[in-house]
């Protein structure tokens, strides 16, 4: 969806009394849109905030559980966020989100990635067919090979599949500094079109090889984890946001955590997840305004050194 500069701008207002902010970024006039990224080799852009739903949609039909997360994808889609990160071993999450994106009519409006975590064969060809039943799709954005599982075979196959047209990009998942290895010999040797891995202010072992061969090989990243799956958030509980966030158009910690992450050249989208309309319209606001240069990225990664 694109929304022109003047709706973007009550947005961003919006978002940011939602937030609780108080105010939008001070130089919000000058953004008409949030920073998207291309991915590499493509002319598409993709919106450098999205979102994960691991645990956060993993809920049950009632419907005082689900109308929260409806609001959560109504931010994003309003907002002309498109990214969603979601996989079968989430429990209930391809359901609701399939749920609520079919309820918004939004299928076509969202790039919609997933995962493959059984192993290569019938059970991963029985578990793409549940994926694409409970997100009520017939096709997919971006199909991941998660947590390595079967990675060989299952890449194997994910070429088929894009090659008949039913998933438009492949790539590969861990959420762990120790499999970073394991994902650069992969990036290395293979043609991948993305890589979701762990990155944030507290974990930036990705940044030492993976991010710039990322970059050089012309492959999309997605980070996930990107608060360490709230850790950070504790860690900072109490601590008053520093002065100079101002200066890059941060009213959160979360703000501060997101532009740390889609600042680093290499990332095309940070992934978080949240269960909370508040927090996802705080989260959108990290695609809007000033971003750190390299200096400013140093003293927020000090913050929590
Ligand atoms: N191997 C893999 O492929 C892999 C592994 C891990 C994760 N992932 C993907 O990455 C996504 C994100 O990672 P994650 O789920 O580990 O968690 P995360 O995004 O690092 O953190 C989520 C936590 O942060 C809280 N939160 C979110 N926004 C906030 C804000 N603005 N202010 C305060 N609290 C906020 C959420 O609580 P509330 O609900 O209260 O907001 C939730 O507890 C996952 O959902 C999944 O899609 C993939």
């Not at 994960?52 to 109308?67: H, L, M, P, Q, Y």
């Not at 039943?133 to 894009?162: G, M, P, S």
């Not at 695609?287 to 240069?293: E, I, Q």
Request: charged share 20%; with cysteine.
């Amino acid at each position: 969806m694109s929304i022109d500069r003047r709706s973007f701008l009550g947005l961003a207002a919006g978002l940011a009394a939602t937030a609780g902010l108080g105010t939008m970024p001070a130089n919000a006039a000058t953004v008409a849109r949030p920073l998207r990224r291309n991915i590499p080799g493509t002319t598409e852009a993709l919106p450098v905030v999205g979102m994960g739903t691991a645990d956060t949609f993993n809920v049950s039909t009632e419907a005082a559980e689900r109308k929260p997360l409806g609001e959560v994808l109504a931010l994003l889609l309003q907002t002309g966020g498109s990214v969603i990160d979601t996989a079968p071993s989430y429990g209930s999450a391809e359901a609701v989100t399939g749920d609520l994106l079919r309820a918004a009519n939004a299928r076509d409006r969202v790039f919609l990635a997933t995962k493959i975590s059984a192993k290569a064969g019938a059970p991963a060809q029985s578990q793409f067919a549940h994926s694409l039943a409970d997100l009520h799709a017939d096709k997919i954005d971006l199909l991941q090979v998660h947590n390595l599982i079967d990675w060989q075979a299952n890449l194997r196959w994910l070429r088929e599949l894009k090659e008949q047209g039913r998933i438009r990009y492949l790539g590969i998942t861990h959420y762990r500094d120790d499999a970073h290895e394991a994902l650069e010999k992969i990036v290395r040797s293979e043609r991948v079109d993305f890589v979701q891995v762990n990155y944030s202010v507290a974990e930036r072992n990705a940044e030492r090889v993976l991010l710039p061969l990322c970059e050089q090989r012309g492959v999309a990243v997605l980070v996930n984890r990107p608060f360490q799956d709230g850790r950070l958030f504790r860690v900072v509980k109490d601590r008053p946001l520093p002065q100079w966030a101002g200066d890059i158009d941060c009213g959160s910690w979360g703000q501060l955590f997101l532009k740390f992450i889609v600042s680093h050249p290499a990332v095309t989208a940070a992934i978080p997840a949240t269960s909370k309309p508040r927090n996802m319209a705080d989260n959108l606001g990290a695609a809007l305004g000033r971003m750190p240069d390299p200096g400013q990225r140093e003293r927020i990664a000090a913050l929590l050194a």
